[in-house]
């Protein structure tokens, strides 16, 4: 009997969450998730979820680990490693936190925000690992429950009716292994998981695609303390978002030299905005969610990252200067 592919998916947040979830139906696949913030309440109530996709449930992972030591004292080796931690280069390495982990063979997919995420994966992994850059299309968001009495009752996962991975080798090389192993793992995630997933050459394409929506509403969102709805229809947040989009779309097309693909129908500021509008359940950006917890922000991937190309490309982005500022400013009130 074949064995079966073992997976570990770190980070439980929004991102992990679902996809471990989605992954868990597998007959083929086995799921180890590890989270160190969420590890208290999923080990003890599990993962509530809302999906307009794919039903509500509650996900109670098999394997469940804090940290990278007890993850592989579970299971020696892993096929897959999916990295779902928040960007934060500036804060720690996350390519660190996962190098106990990687083995001979190991494939590491990135479902990390923001521009420039490979390059630490890159480098200490780039010449012995495949490394494959993962771009999710997909609404979901944790949200703070409310039990009877109107009392916080932890937090649940909130999924909209839509979810798309689109994926890219960031080696210079790979192998026709490395890529029957990813076209493994997606069809797995398609047939078990519902998860639309496709592997592109031009995935920086793909990376700035998402870019127009998160560089722009997750920094405006800290500023106005208003969901992605909200903000839309607000005169002065709505003109700041088509600002800063404008300008990623500019930084974009000069990096990859060309249009970007458009997805969801997002080809300018507009349409970007008119898809918000269309989101049936309210969206909380990431960021907005760890300012108002006092926790640090993704501002070097999402907005330092894109700033320097901007610069080295000599596109003007005063909007997303301003934003970087403000938001150093706002996690520098922390402390005080």
């Given at each position: 009997?074949?064995?079966?592919?073992?997976?570990?998916?770190?980070?439980?947040?929004?991102?992990?969450?679902?996809?471990?979830?989605?992954?868990?139906?597998?007959?083929?696949?086995?799921?180890?998730?590890?989270?160190?913030?969420?590890?208290?309440?999923?080990?003890?109530?599990?993962?509530?979820?809302?999906?307009?996709?794919?039903?509500?449930?509650?996900?109670?992972?098999?394997?469940?680990?804090?940290?990278?030591?007890?993850?592989?004292?579970?299971?020696?080796?892993?096929?897959?490693?999916?990295?779902?931690?928040?960007?934060?280069?500036?804060?720690?390495?996350?390519?660190?936190?996962?190098?106990?982990?990687?083995?001979?063979?190991?494939?590491?997919?990135?479902?990390?925000?923001?521009?420039?995420?490979?390059?630490?994966?890159?480098?200490?992994?780039?010449?012995?690992?495949?490394?494959?850059?993962?771009?999710?299309?997909?609404?979901?968001?944790?949200?703070?429950?409310?039990?009877?009495?109107?009392r916080l009752g932890g937090w649940r996962l909130r999924h909209g009716g839509f979810t798309m991975v689109v994926a890219g080798f960031a080696n210079e090389?790979?192998?026709?292994?490395?890529?029957?192993?990813?076209?493994?793992?997606?069809?797995?995630?398609?047939?078990?998981?519902?998860?639309?997933?496709?592997?592109?050459?031009?995935?920086?394409?793909?990376?700035?695609?998402?870019?127009?929506?998160?560089?722009?509403?997750?920094?405006?969102?800290?500023?106005?303390?208003?969901?992605?709805?909200?903000?839309?229809?607000?005169?002065?947040?709505r003109r700041m978002l088509e600002d800063v989009m404008a300008e990623i779309f500019a930084v974009a097309e000069s990096v990859i030299k060309g249009k970007?693909?458009?997805?969801?129908?997002?080809?300018?500021?507009?349409?970007?905005?008119?898809?918000?509008?269309?989101?049936?359940?309210?969206?909380?950006?990431?960021?907005?969610?760890?300012?108002?917890?006092?926790?640090?922000?993704?501002?070097?991937?999402?907005?330092?990252?894109?700033?320097?190309?901007?610069?080295?490309?000599?596109?003007?982005?005063?909007?997303?200067?301003?934003?970087?500022?403000?938001?150093?400013?706002?996690?520098?009130?922390?402390?005080?």
């Amino acid at each position: 009997m074949e064995s079966k592919s073992r997976v570990l998916v770190v980070g439980g947040g929004a991102i992990g969450g679902l996809l471990a979830w989605r992954l868990s139906h597998s007959t083929t696949h086995t799921v180890s998730l590890l989270c160190r913030s969420t590890y208290n309440q999923i080990k003890s109530h599990g993962i509530p979820i809302t999906s307009l996709q794919y039903g509500n449930a509650t996900y109670h992972p098999e394997s469940l680990h804090r940290t990278i030591d007890d993850a592989i004292a579970h299971a020696t080796s892993f096929d897959y490693i999916l990295v779902t931690l928040k960007a934060l280069p500036n804060i720690y390495d996350s390519s660190e936190v996962i190098s106990k982990a990687v083995g001979p063979g190991t494939m590491i997919l990135l479902f990390q925000n923001g521009i420039g995420v490979e390059e630490p994966f890159l480098k200490r992994f780039g010449k012995g690992n495949p490394v494959v850059s993962c771009v999710s299309f997909v609404s979901v968001c944790k949200e703070n429950r409310e039990e009877e009495g109107g009392r916080l009752g932890g937090w649940r996962l909130r999924h909209g009716g839509f979810t798309m991975v689109v994926a890219g080798f960031a080696n210079e090389q790979h192998t026709n292994e490395d890529l029957q192993k990813l076209h493994n793992l997606f069809a797995e995630f398609q047939r078990s998981g519902g998860i639309d997933c496709s592997i592109k050459s031009d995935i920086q394409v793909y990376r700035w695609q998402k870019q127009i929506l998160n560089g722009s509403t997750n920094p405006v969102s800290v500023l106005s303390r208003l969901s992605c709805q909200e903000m839309v229809r607000h005169k002065r947040y709505r003109r700041m978002l088509e600002d800063v989009m404008a300008e990623i779309f500019a930084v974009a097309e000069s990096v990859i030299k060309g249009k970007l693909p458009g997805t969801n129908g997002i080809v300018d500021p507009p349409a970007a905005i008119s898809y918000i509008e269309g989101i049936e359940a309210p969206v909380y950006t990431s960021m907005l969610e760890d300012s108002l917890n006092k926790r640090h922000m993704e501002t070097e991937v999402i907005l330092k990252n894109p700033i320097d190309l901007a610069e080295k490309h000599g596109v003007a982005v005063p909007h997303m200067r301003a934003l970087y500022e403000s938001l150093l400013k706002i996690e520098q009130a922390y402390e005080k």
